[in-house]
């Protein structure tokens, strides 16, 4: 392999870590996939298994494929296993101290060779640097969501990030059959600096009765020949996740522009986050029901 990276460690196996953990095991890769518990993790291998064989009945993939892709994935708690990666991506929930937290574990266990790169939306990839002893080697990866299917990987340097681990982290991902630019460290890198006001902006449509979220969400689509509205990919993204990102924007780059509506923060307050608990800015469980 070109990018001499065999073996990744993903760190959180929701559904950004699944995803990316799907990928470079369908790009041959072996991975260990960590999350809170054995159990949480394999929760994340089960979702993947499950996409696989969707894409097999739909004749995308051979069942040999899928099969393949799955003896490379191995769950596990926390960090176990992470002690032989090449490189590990953190994939879990997008909190400042959480993610210090894990940074520094994945510090004191991977090989000092490996990249530790990060998979957050918005938070600065020095600062996550910082809480290690490898700051050289820290790297945002910043997958899209759904991973298999979205092109782009954006990736972020931090300030004391070197070359060798920027030229590896793109190779990597350009292996999985990825399109990479780079962003440099800010608030938001590139892609979410210009999404969130996006979303936030269709959130105070919403708030202020303009239209409904079909409404406002088929205006997107066929006024601005968006594939997805913002409310529907808010649901898509987490409301949980679209505010910790909004509020990372609006702190650090302290313009009132960044600010998050409040009828997305009581969504949040509410447990409505989106698709993955079934209840957003739409009603899914409804549409199941259909
Ligand atoms: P998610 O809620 O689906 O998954 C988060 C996972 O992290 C959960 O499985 C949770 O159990 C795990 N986790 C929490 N604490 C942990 C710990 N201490 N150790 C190990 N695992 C832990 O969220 P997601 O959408 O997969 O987002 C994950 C990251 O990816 C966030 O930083 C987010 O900003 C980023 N991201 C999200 C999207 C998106 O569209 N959702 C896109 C790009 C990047």
Redesign the pocket.
Known sequence: MSDEIHKVGV???????AGIAQVLAQHGRQVVL???SLD?AQV?KAGISKRLDKAVAKGKIDGSVRDAALSLITPTA?VSGFETVDLAIE????DIE?KKK?MRQLDEVCPPRAILAT???SISITLLGAATMRPAQVIGM????PVPVMKLVEIIRGLPTDDSTHARTVALAEAVGKTVITSADSPGFIVNRILIPLINEAAFALQEGLGTAEDIDTGAKLGLNHPMGPLELAD???LD?CL??ADVLHQQLGDDKYRAPNVMRMHVAAGWLGR?TQRGFYNYAEETRR
């Open positions: 760190l959180g196996a929701g559904q950004m870590g960590g999350d809170v949480a994340g926390a994939a879990a929930s997008e959480l894990l998979n957050t939306s910043h997958f899209m969501n898509l993204i987490g996740t910790a990102i993955k």
